[in-house]
């Protein structure tokens, strides 16, 4: 039993076969995804947290200190912490 006219041709066939392929693929992923976010809820990331130095300026003293902290903790040429 052949398909009527333009559903005969190989293209649209086709066509119609590559859209039922892919919506199957999108929902199958989706379900799986959204069974794993409710089976697992410590994968989703933390809520982000404000920090004091996000808007209040630092003094010179407090940058000093920190740009000392973060230099030790810079790897040297041996590829090891200072």
Wanted: proline share 11%; aromatic share 6%; no cysteine.
């Amino acid at each position: 039993m052949s398909l009527p006219g333009q559903f005969s041709d190989p293209r649209v066939i086709t066509l119609f076969g590559l859209l039922a392929v892919s919506t199957v693929a999108w929902l199958t992923l989706s379900l799986r995804t959204r069974a794993r976010t409710r089976r697992d809820p410590a994968g989703t990331p933390l809520e982000r947290v404000w920090h004091p130095q996000e808007s209040v300026p630092l003094t010179p003293a407090e940058e000093h200190a920190f740009g000392q902290v973060v230099s030790r903790l810079t790897p040297g040429p041996a590829g090891r912490l200072r």
